[in-house]
């Protein structure tokens, strides 16, 4: 009944509260879910030690003049500490989600493979791309583009798996993200299982709400225009892929989420 979380109409976020009905910014969503206990984003906020000369401030300031031309931020950028703490990813130090997506150190790596056929035998090539959240999605998408022919719709597909792909990932697990390509299907896999065994179609069709695994990195994907509207990308995935007759395919393994879709 909205009580418990946020829910959206007419493209804008709600909570009920007895007797009131509150409207929420993207940034109280972000505080919101902060403050639920047992959520997603306890790693999220954990402080670093890490200086702020060790990150990209041009990829901040893109984020920040993104998010207030589009309207989805009321500020502009000023100078790394105070768009940082505007963007709760600043409080006497970054936290882990700042460290994630604009850190220099190059934190996370992405398997991308094309194989020959789906027998996955015969390797064309193979390499693990390292970078912080944002380099690395520009290089997947980059990836496939390369090894890929495609029409808008597919590469929007692939532009919404390459978000959730990053945005629902666990990050404290051995495995790491990955893009595999065959002669006929694109592989996603992120070490984030589909929660409760819900399926992609329950999500797509809007049957159940959207759970915000990391909501504080999806909050700042969306400022920068790397996504839209939070629970939406299972849907217009569903709905171009239907548009177009791709086949997909949606599945948990044993360490984590697979998505499929052919081409």
Sequence with gaps: DGSDVPY????????????DVIELSY???????NNKPNNYSTWENKERSEDLSNLDEKRIIEVCSNGYFNN???FIYNDIKDS???????????NNA????????NPFPVKLTVYKDNDLNDVISSEVFKGNLFDCIDYCYEFITKNVKMNQDLYDICRECIYN?????????????EIYITNDTIHFYN?????????????????????LRNPLISTILYIGGYNSLFGTGFKKIKELSLKNKL?????????GYIFEIKY
Excluded: A, Q, W
Excluded at 165 to 177: L, Y
């Design 247 to 255: 086949k997909y395919e949606s599945k948990n393994n044993t360490y």
């Design 191 to 211: 070490p984030g299982f589909m929660i409760n065994n819900i399926t992609f179609d329950e999500f797509s069709d809007e049957l159940k709400g959207n759970v």
């Design 84 to 94: 940082l703490t505007k963007l709760k990813l600043y409080n006497n130090s970054i």
């Design 72 to 74: 989805r931020t009321s």
């Design 165 to 177: 792909m990053f945005s629902h990932m666990i990050t404290n697990v051995d495995t790491n993200n």
């Design 98 to 105: 700042c460290y994630y997506l604009f850190s220099k150190d």
């Design 8 to 19: 959206r109409c007419f493209n804008k976020y709600f909570i009920r509260e007895k007797n």
């Design 27 to 33: 940034l109280d969503i972000i505080e919101f879910y």
